[in-house]
């Protein structure tokens, strides 16, 4: 079992910046991917990036890419998203997550790729 806490998310101007931060505890966090979706009101939760084991492979939605980086701190347990030039349609509830063992590898996630998620940290970007 691994619990996910986000934290860092808040009100912010468009154009701004935050950085969201997630603490892992439990089983070996380190072993596994990692990514981070969003859930704006009305709309599905949809994939935003992913992080590899490692720490160096990456990717990006297309509506987030050149904006956000995506980066883990093994030694913390700790995943982060600096989110840049954030705009309105970035409002949204973003939650952590860990993929399952056996759906790693890919370029991007879907919900069911996902094997433990953490609560959620609002983060709302005004115009």
């Known amino acids: 079992q691994v619990q996910l806490v986000e934290s860092g998310g808040g009100l912010v101007q468009a154009g701004g910046s935050l950085r969201l931060s997630c603490l892992a505890s439990?089983?070996?966090?380190?072993?596994?991917?990692m990514a981070w979706f969003r859930q704006a009101p009305g709309k599905e939760r949809e994939f935003v990036s992913t992080?590899?084991?490692?720490?160096?492979?990456?990717t990006y939605a297309d509506s987030v890419k050149g904006r956000f980086t995506i980066t883990r701190d093994d030694a913390k347990n700790t995943l982060y998203l600096q989110m840049n030039s954030l705009k309105p349609e970035d409002t949204a509830l973003y939650y952590c997550a860990a993929v399952r063992g056996d759906a790693s590898g890919k370029f991007y996630y879907r919900a069911e790729d996902i094997a433990y998620w953490g609560q959620g940290t609002q983060v709302t970007v005004s115009s």
């Open positions: 992080i590899g084991r490692s720490g160096f492979a990456t």
């Open positions: 439990g089983r070996t966090p380190s072993i596994y991917a």
